[in-house]
């Protein structure tokens, strides 16, 4: 076939490494996206395998605009119209995505109980302050009781989360009061983070919930209860437990491979193990083993959501985003990739074998045929990361000849918590939102934008995140982001504050410079996607911009997204009010009903609604029209014509 070929990224590493693997016909994402085609019909949500009558498929027809009879027809055996199957499917992501997140939240309440009791050794409070405030927040008492006492009442309270069955889950009080009426009225506040996943397989069950409204209003139930719950669940007492992330130096890509030290990369999500293997490969007699094997040191590099964690709270190098896993092991130099849950391919294990890396996964959730399991062990966690940290060095002497490492790496300065951002803009005794909304007021900055989310091998790696992004700070829109998209904004060299004079706009550029941040900042990993929900109350709460999340200037996107919990993020976000654009591709185009009631009716409902638009530099433009939007309903849109012509840049203008 003449079909041109697709390019895979835009990044000379994975590039690099891209060019490798096919001359040693390792077979890569890459290229079984090339050789696989997504089916027409599953991918638009057309096709209905909820029971053993089907799949049903239901295409649109071909090539013509779809008369309302043909819509009629388009039923399964059970009778189910296109609708409902599109609903169905796009409610069932909602709920993979929010279970992910929180069954990841409720691992980290485990540890945290655990921990607090004293039957977790290696682990304790490292920010009690925090601690403290969300004791709190959540009505535990505090008086003169120990912080051990506080935080086994805390990990106790947030875990009943997951199974509570009704009232509502505590987070929602942190939410913008309209917004919790909103979601009251809506009947879309969560009872508690599981019952509304299990809803969600109970009403996708062939013959239950046939009413695409209904169906997405448990959808916006499901995936509340991951962004101000499961998420939030776990961002919190991630920080409260390993530290609450502030500004470090760290550095992205490949490159972060070290050809003389013994490489382990650690993949997945949850820090959990991740934590303890930092300290392990810190264990002096570690060192010491590594160094009688003839190698310089230990070097530690992370993988996807895992990276952002330990980047984030020990600067950590990241070693790559999603579609970089199987090219970290084609370098030839991973020693080990150690997994724990989520975003992990299958593939990793036949590559490995192709060279002499050691899959190794660690959770009793997530294993792989092929792979070295070493289980982790909560209650003796520093032995299973010793054990892991030792396999790496025992295989360091079996690297074959083959290897090859890219030369690029790129810094980044990443640790942009709500508590980050709200010293870094207030100062220690002051420190608010208050100096963003102002900055936003006048203009200088014209909103902000969360841009988050995966890469997908179906388009081309890095290059929508990028070009997205770009075009977002040259319009002086504040980024903020999370997962993979900040590791491809990272290795674009976004993430450092240089990058605003390079690439912001006048006005976002002043306030970067001015403050000393970055113009893209990165907020963490997925889970750190609730910073997002929080920061954003923050804003509201701090006044001038409206008394709601949806009155505010911001806009969300996933412009290379792939998995389920992008879409539950997705959800929650436009179910918090935030006007949110995904590219790639779109799940329920089998219905234009469906779609439609996503893209436009849910604005009505929740203040903030749905897009497509798989151009990044239109899905930007999207996102700043809605943002010039919600600037005029606030009546700040005057100032911001102003901030164009301010002296300084009259002064420049003059001398052109
Ligand atoms: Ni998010 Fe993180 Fe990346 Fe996508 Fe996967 S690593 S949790 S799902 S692919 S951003």
């Not at 506080?150 to 509570?164: C, P, S, T, W």
């Not at 939410?175 to 009426?181: F, S, T």
């Not at 609450?244 to 992205?252: D, H, I, K, N, R």
């Not at 949850?270 to 293997?277: A, F, G, T, V």
């Amino acid at each position: 076939m003449a079909e041109e070929k697709k390019k895979k990224s835009i990044d000379a590493a994975s590039l690099q490494m891209i060019a490798k693997a096919c001359s040693e016909e390792i077979n890569l994402s890459f290229d079984r996206a090339e050789t696989m085609k997504p089916c027409p019909i599953g991918s638009v949500g057309s096709c209905c395998s909820n029971c053993g009558m089907g799949p049903c498929r239901v295409p649109l027809p071909k090539g013509k605009e779809e008369t309302p009879e043909e819509n009629k027809k388009r039923r399964g055996i059970c009778g189910a119209t296109a609708e409902t199957i599109a609903a169905r499917n796009f409610t069932r992501m909602i709920a993979g995505g929010a279970a992910a997140h929180s069954d990841h939240g409720r691992a980290v309440a485990e540890l945290f109980i655990a921990a607090a009791r004293g039957e977790a050794p290696g682990y304790e409070i490292k920010d009690e302050q925090k601690l403290l405030q969300l004791a709190l927040d959540i009505g535990v008492e505090i008086g003169e009781r120990s912080n051990q006492e506080i935080a086994i009442d805390v990990g106790e309270k947030l875990l009943a989360e997951f199974g509570r069955q009704d009232g509502e889950i505590l987070f929602l009080k942190r939410a913008p009061l309209k917004r919790q009426e909103l979601w009251r009225k809506e009947k879309a506040s969560p009872r508690g983070i599981d019952r509304e996943i299990v809803e969600i397989m109970h009403r996708t069950h062939a013959g239950v919930d046939q009413d695409y409204h209904n169906l997405l209003q448990q959808g916006a139930r499901a995936a509340i209860a991951d962004g101000w719950g499961g998420s939030m669940i776990a961002t919190e007492l991630q920080d409260i437990l390993f530290g609450t992330p502030a500004p470090l130096l760290g550095s992205v890509n490949l490159g972060v491979i070290k050809k003389d030290e013994v490489n382990i990369i650690i993949h997945g999500h949850e820090p959990l193990l991740s934590e303890m293997i930092v300290a392990a490969a810190q264990d002096p007699e570690m060192i010491k083993i590594a160094e009688s094997k003839g190698a310089k040191g230990i070097n530690l590099a992370g993988m996807c959501c895992t990276a952002n964690e330990i980047l984030m709270r020990h600067g950590v190098p990241l070693a790559g985003n999603f579609l970089q896993q199987e090219l970290a092991i084609v370098t030839g130099a991973v020693d080990v990739m150690v997994v724990d849950v989520q975003c992990i391919m299958e593939s990793l294990a036949n590559i490995s074998q192709c060279f002499h890396t050691k899959l190794v996964t660690t959770s009793p959730k997530a294993k792989i045929p092929g792979a070295l399991h070493i289980e982790f062990d909560e209650h003796d966690a520093i032995r299973s990361a010793k054990e892991v940290v030792k396999t790496a060095i025992e295989n360091f002497p079996k690297r074959g000849k083959n290897i090859r490492i890219p030369d690029e790496k790129t810094d980044l300065i990443a640790g942009f918590s709500h508590e980050t951002i709200n010293y870094m803009l207030g100062g220690i005794f002051r420190s608010s939102y208050h100096p963003l909304n102002d900055n936003i007021i006048n203009g200088r900055i014209r909103g902000v934008a969360g841009v988050v989310g995966c890469n997908n091998a179906r388009t081309p790696h890095n290059e929508a995140h990028i070009a997205m992004v770009k075009e977002l700070i040259k319009n002086d829109i504040l980024v903020i982001q999370t997962g993979c998209s900040a590791m491809a904004s990272a290795m674009a060299g976004l993430m450092v504050p240089e990058a605003a004079a390079d690439f912001a706009g006048k006005g976002l550029a002043s306030v970067c410079e001015a403050v000393g941040i970055p113009p893209v900042l990165h907020v963490g990993s997925c889970v750190d996607n609730s910073r997002i929900l929080v920061a954003a109350t923050a804003m509201v709460k701090d006044g001038g911009l409206g008394d709601d999340i949806s009155d505010l200037p911001v806009a969300g996107a996933a412009p290379e997204w792939m998995s389920e919990k992008a879409i539950s993020i997705g959800q929650y976000f436009v179910a918090s009010g935030v006007f949110t654009v995904f590219g790639v591709t779109w799940p329920t185009i089998g219905s234009e009903e469906l779609t439609s009631y996503l893209f436009n009716d849910f604005e009505r409902i929740y203040g903030g609604k749905w897009a497509f638009e798989p151009d990044p530099i239109k899905a930007a433009h999207l996102m700043i029209d809605h943002i010039d939007k919600k600037r005029k309903a606030l009546g700040i849109d005057k100032a911001r014509e102003r901030v164009l012509y301010d002296m300084e840049m009259r002064r420049e203008l003059d001398a052109v």
